[in-house]
């Protein structure tokens, strides 16, 4: 299984950029790379995956470099309500057995 | 919005009873998961669903059991309900992509 190390908790201002980068040195050919994001009392919501290089969508980037041993999550002009947990996963698509959220970023964002 | 339901919310009960929490989503998804999560702790997988008739025990140890008889219907159960059962328990659903969780239920042993 694929694990994944990521720091346990980050802080930053309300407007600032926030880059989670998680490290998963032994990550398969067939691996996704998923982010979710889980506020107190919820449960995980999807972020964004992504295969190599890199993905956008309307909150987030992921980048992925060539080698695929890590990954960063890029949160543009944070605010107050991106207060959260950040967890990477690495997974084949669609696999339910290979699940492994581990203990996450707890991001805080300061006014 | 993902169509995933999780009732009760919150579940206050003394040892010995058994309890069934119950999941319900309407995607159609084939894959179902609950996780067990306490506190400012990890998610854990518990149980997992490819489909109807098909239940697996996830990575962590738990005295619960699932079923699942119809697409969108995956109840979780304890016998006989203990405090270290205590915890957030999520339940989720997936097609080939992202899961998607429901809100989860706070269950107290007492």
């Known amino acids: 299984l694929a694990k994944t190390t990521q720091p346990i908790s980050m802080d930053s201002y309300e407007g600032q950029e926030v880059n989670i980068t998680c490290s998963h040195n032994n990550i398969a050919t067939n691996d996704y790379i998923t982010w979710y994001q889980q506020f107190p009392s919820q449960g995980p919501r999807f972020i964004i995956q992504?295969?190599?290089t890199k993905v956008t969508n309307e909150v987030a980037s992921l980048f992925i470099p060539a080698d695929r041993k890590s990954s960063t999550l890029s949160l543009p002009r944070v605010s107050l309500s991106d207060t959260a947990v950040y967890y990477c996963?690495?997974?084949?698509?669609?696999?339910?057995?290979?699940?492994?959220f581990g203990s996450g970023t707890r991001l805080s964002i300061r006014p | 919005e993902a169509d995933i339901y999780q009732t009760p919310r919150y579940l206050v009960i003394g040892t010995g009873k058994k309890i069934t929490l119950e999941c319900s989503q309407t995607?159609?998804?084939?894959?179902m998961y609950w996780y067990q999560q306490d506190p400012g702790m990890e998610l854990h997988l518990i149980h997992y669903?490819?489909?109807?008739?098909?239940?697996e025990k996830g990575d962590l140890s738990s005295e619960s059991t699932v079923s699942r008889i119809r697409t969108e219907h995956f109840p979780l159960t304890l016998e006989s309900a203990r405090p270290s059962h205590t915890s957030q328990y999520l339940c989720?659903?997936?097609?080939?992509?992202?899961?998607?969780f429901g809100p989860g239920t706070r269950l107290t042993v007492l």
């Open positions: 996963l690495v997974a084949v698509a669609g696999s339910a057995s290979k699940i492994i």
């Open positions: 992504g295969y190599k």
């Open positions: 989720a659903s997936s097609d080939i992509g992202e899961q998607f």
């Open positions: 995607m159609g998804h084939d894959k």
């Open positions: 669903s490819y489909g109807v008739n098909s239940t």
